[in-house]
């Protein structure tokens, strides 16, 4: 997944906002419970809020353009349930993440374009973007799933 809307909050009765909003969340975090073991987390690491999240786009880390094209589409076709959501008792935040390859370069720009930027403002989301180094084996499975 190449582009995530992530809700969160301390006080998110996360559970009750997936049963009521048409748009299923591929996975949802609820407040301490235990994380799944990262490489840079500590063991024993607890969630410290509860989050709900989305999958937007699905390309590749290398289709920044085509991911932002399915990011607006998705904030067009889902505003009025987006709404709902980021205005769900107990959400204190919501945001669209962006994943990018970190490309091999000195200086590397990523334009939001102004159709983005005003719909996920006018709903209250907030935007990410998230580098990724990306080896060429990494490139090929994305390419192959």
């Known amino acids: 997944m190449t582009c995530i809307l992530r809700v969160w909050g301390h006080e998110l ?20 419970e235990l994380r799944r073991q990262r490489i840079f987390e500590r063991k024993g690491a607890h969630f410290e809020v509860s989050c709900a999240h ?32 980021v205005s769900f008792p107990g959400v204190e935040g ?26 996920a403002g006018n709903l209250g989301i907030g935007i990410d973007l998230s580098h990724y180094i990306i080896s060429d084996a990494d490139s090929a499975e994305t390419a192959g799933a």
């Open 54 to 85: 989305f999958d937007v786009s699905d390309r590749d880390f290398h289709e920044f353009d085509r991911s932002v094209t399915d990011a607006v589409q998705f904030l067009e076709q889902h505003a009025a349930e987006l709404r709902r959501i």
């Open 13 to 32: 009765a996360v559970d009750e906002l997936a049963k009521l909003t048409a748009l299923e969340p591929y996975r949802v975090d609820r407040r301490g």
């Open 94 to 119: 919501s945001v669209l993440d962006f994943g990018l390859a970190w490309e091999d370069v000195v200086a590397q720009t990523d334009q939001l374009p102004a159709p983005l930027l005003a719909l």
